[in-house]
């Protein structure tokens, strides 16, 4: 399994579209934090509005997606002509539709979260930039890919009917691996380490995340990357946005998570699966990383189970 479908398995990431938005003129939506354990998204199919968070602004575009893997309150805004209005919200079956309260809608802008548990999908959107801004719009052929997805969104938009919410998660499902996948090196300045640039550091990526509990010391990886130590650092870090040792900690982390929700074997067992020479360093390691000891998080799984 490659790496990116790899990562989104772990996840255990499920997608909700919420509301399609047709909005006009100068419209400003008020969009409040759902919580832990969700990450906020849109994507902007036609038009242009600015996505307005407490410390920045993101300008979208046709075939934009913004996702906020620590989800907080926003605002939507778009800058046409006439006063400042709001919208009002007509529920449908699968998802609202949201229109601005006067004018023909000419922004067209799909709203949605992804939910995830405290273990693999909690890890996975943490590492994540904040917000990650990602164009799909850059080449005939990913804005061919884009132009369909819009099309079967706005046909299932339409038809709102059985089977609307499934098809319309599965396809957000598979647009959260196409956002994981496409480097933000060049928006934003942002560092996606799921979509490193570097061939030679991408090989890295899947070769730990294919065997996490191997033993993986800095001279193993370069002969992987084919680079001489000092080389190999610094190209990891600057595609990456993290050390190597914060790299195998993180997935190894979440590879333990899955095992604890998956499996029955011990603790000890799981953390000697994922490269941990002792049950004591795993556990400091894993409560690090999400607030619970290896044992106090299984049991809350199988209390919520």
Known sequence: MDSISHLVRLARAQAVLDKRCLLAGATVMDIPARGEGDAAFHVLIDGSCTVELPDRRVELRPGDVVLLPRDTPHRVRTTGSGPVQGVSETPGDAFSTVR?????????????????????????????????????????????????????????????????????????????????????????????????????????????????GADWPIARLTRVAAMARATFIRHFTRDTGMTVGAFLTHVRLMTAAELLVDTDRTISAVAAEVGYRSESAFGRAFRLATGSTPARFRRNLERTG
């Open 100 to 212: 601005s309260r006067t004018g023909q809608g000419v922004i067209d802008l799909f709203c949605g979260h992804y939910s995830f548990g405290p273990g693999a999908g909690a890890m996975l959107f943490r590492s994540l930039p904040h917000p990650l801004h990602v164009s799909f719009a850059e080449s005939g052929e990913v804005d061919e890919i884009v132009r369909m997805l819009g099309a079967i969104m706005r046909q299932e938009a339409r038809n709102d009917g059985p089977g609307t919410a499934a098809v319309l998660s599965a396809l957000c499902n598979a647009l959260l691996a196409m956002v994981l996948r496409k480097s933000g090196g060049r928006l934003d300045g942002t560092v996606l380490w799921t979509a490193a640039r570097d061939e030679r550091i991408r090989a890295v990526i899947d070769e730990v995340l294919r065997d996490p």
